[in-house]
């Protein structure tokens, strides 16, 4: 019945739909702080979303009217990405992987995902390791060295979320070794070594780095 609902509602009424579909992830599924910080995003801020997946924390971030850079690969949730930034021309999608190189590379997906309908494109990772993921079933995507990316945009970046299911370690080493987080006021990352245990020690290492380099302040661990 609720899903009936919700069909009609997305028919007869998109932009109420919308509202109240982001409204309940808003307050379901993002923490207070990073909502805090959001709030703060006004037309003269730039925020990057890096695994944006289907362009929900892009929504939300863009309903402030701060010029949002979304990066995602996986050419399904890019369908529901562009959907968005159709509605928010202030979101820019770059259908590629924010990574350490340009490149070439596999985007790995869920061993489910041609099992069933639901929607896990959440899961792929360009880590063929991580748990949940089959070496069989991938796409073919480009990455790009996501630091020169910071480098050149000659802008600051009021926020930065980063939630890319493991990979995370290599790109934030690799940020830190190129210097690129300079013009970041902060980053709010989620790391994936609570159900991918084989990174423990790695993640643990890139925070000790983050502390190291003093740059605590700028980061938030688990921000989802």
């Not at 037309?43 to 979304?70: C, F, P």
């Not at 910071?150 to 890319?164: A, M, R, S, V």
Request: proline content about 2%; some cysteine; charged content about 30%.
């Amino acid at each position: 019945m609720r899903a009936l609902v919700k069909k009609i509602l997305s028919q007869l009424c998109p932009s109420i739909f919308h509202t109240l579909r982001i409204r309940r992830f808003t307050k379901k599924n993002l923490p207070k702080y990073f909502v805090k910080n959001i709030e703060k995003l006004n037309a003269n801020s730039v925020a990057i979303d890096v695994g944006a997946n289907i362009g929900l924390v892009s929504e939300v971030m863009a309903k402030t009217g701060a010029r949002v850079i979304a990066f995602e690969p996986n050419k399904r949730a890019l369908k529901e990405l562009r959907d968005v930034a159709i509605r928010y021309p202030n979101i820019e999608v770059n259908e590629v992987a924010a990574g350490t190189k340009a490149a070439k590379v596999k985007l790995y997906l869920h061993k489910d995902s041609e099992r069933t309908h639901e929607d896990l494109t959440q899961a792929s990772s360009l880590m063929s390791e991580k748990p949940n993921v089959s070496k069989s079933l991938f796409q073919d995507v480009d990455e790009i060295d996501f630091a020169d990316f910071l480098i050149n945009i000659d802008t600051d970046i009021d926020l930065l979320k980063i939630d890319i299911e493991g990979y995370e370690i290599e790109l934030i080493n690799h940020l830190i070794d190129k210097s690129a987080l300079l013009n970041v006021a902060k980053v709010y990352v989620e790391t994936h070594e609570r159900k991918f245990v084989a990174l423990t020690e790695a993640t643990d290492r890139m925070k000790r780095r983050v502390e190291d380099f003093g740059l605590s302040d700028k980061f938030f661990w688990d921000w989802h």
